[in-house]
């Protein structure tokens, strides 16, 4: 299993009225279990905001 993350992002990613990216909203590495849930439900604040 890899803790990593890709630090690239698309030189046009879309932004928002303040004009931060998505990558803006992306905390650390979570430890949380990916499989139940938990990383759904802050993922859907983070799109409902952004």
Do not use: Q, W
């Not at 698309?10 to 430890?31: C, D, F, M, Q, V």
Request: glycine share 8%; with cysteine; charged share 20%.
């Amino acid at each position: 299993m890899s803790y990593t993350r890709p630090a690239f992002r698309h030189p046009e990613a879309k932004k928002n009225k303040l004009g931060y990216t998505r990558k803006s909203y992306e905390g650390a590495i979570s430890t949380l279990c990916a499989g139940c849930g938990h990383d759904s439900i802050s993922s859907a604040i983070v799109t409902a905001f952004f």
